[in-house]
């Protein structure tokens, strides 16, 4: 071989590597470029998923928020209630214990006399809840609760000795080869 056929081998050698590099180098660019592609996607169809479920807690909460809406306005219209109420269900119910005994007289039946014993005894309990004593019982009841859970020494013990064993389990199952 002469020394040019040797310089032609050695640029065409040269030539064929560079152009192997350079493919190379542009597939790992592109396979780059194609994996933050990929990633983004799968990242926003996370983050579409999040956005889904913070929606539909989202409604929960409103749904919720209307029931106790709700309720709040049925409680405020039963606390407005008083007293010339309180004297119409204890009328109401005066007259339906006359019934009663009518009916227990007359022996027209025992479930008139029974149905009417126990609408009489519903309108007293409601009468009761009128009671202004009753409502001031019932307030204080609800400040002095402050949301805790109260329990005996006992009680307590316990759930400390479960949290502990609990703790514990858990402990050992992740030194030991993980969770089940």
């Known amino acids: 071989m002469t020394a040019i056929q040797i310089c032609a081998l050695f640029v065409l050698v040269l030539l064929v590597g560079l152009t192997y590099w350079a493919g190379y180098r542009g597939g790992l660019i592109d396979g780059r470029i194609e994996g ?8 926003q169809s996370d983050c579409s998923v999040k956005i889904l479920n913070l929606e539909l ?16 306005k ?6 407005k209630l008083g007293e010339t109420e309180r004297q119409t269900l ?3 119910a005066e007259k339906l214990r006359i019934a009663a005994e009518t009916f227990s007289a007359f022996r027209t039946g025992k479930k008139l006399e029974r149905d ?3 609408l009489r005894d519903q309108a007293l309990a409601m009468a009761a809840l009128l009671d202004p004593a009753t409502q001031l019982e019932l307030s204080k ?3 002095s609760s402050d949301g805790s859970i ?3 020494f006992e009680d307590a013990k316990k759930a400390s000795l479960f949290f502990q064993q609990l703790h514990l389990k858990n402990r050992y199952q992740k030194m030991v080869g993980g969770e089940a």
């Open 90 to 92: 204890l009328e109401i």
């Open 57 to 72: 807690l989202l409604d929960q909460a409103r749904d919720e928020h209307k029931n106790l809406f709700n309720h709040y």
């Open 36 to 43: 933050i592609a990929e990633g983004k996607a799968i990242e």
């Open 141 to 143: 009841e609800s400040e």
């Open 150 to 152: 109260h329990t005996s």
């Open 116 to 118: 009417t014993i126990a």
């Open 74 to 79: 049925r409680a405020l219209a039963a606390s």
